[in-house]
């Protein structure tokens, strides 16, 4: 994990529906984004809790160094995702 950037909006309450929807916005050489929502179902409403982008790098532990991702994994996304992530 290379960053996160989060972005609360409301607080979760006790009893509270809580969604989470997670998609692959962006994939680069060596890292990828994670788009995540948290979302609330409250008196019959739906209402987004938090957002945030996470930074995923990919990574050799043998070398300790950044490595570009594994082709298995961007056609993983790309088979997944129904909106195609960014190439960068």
Request: hydrophobic share 40%; charged share 30%.
């Amino acid at each position: 994990m290379g960053r996160i950037d989060i972005k609360y909006l409301r607080p979760i309450e006790f009893g509270d529906e809580v969604w989470a929807y997670t998609r692959c916005s962006r994939l680069g050489v060596k890292s990828y984004d994670l788009e995540n929502i948290i979302a609330i179902r409250r008196d019959g409403q739906d209402l987004i809790a938090a957002r945030a982008i996470v930074t995923m790098v990919s990574f050799d532990i043998n070398t300790k160094k950044s490595k570009p991702i594994d082709q298995i994994i961007i056609d993983k996304v790309n088979e997944f995702e129904i909106e195609k992530p960014i190439q960068s």
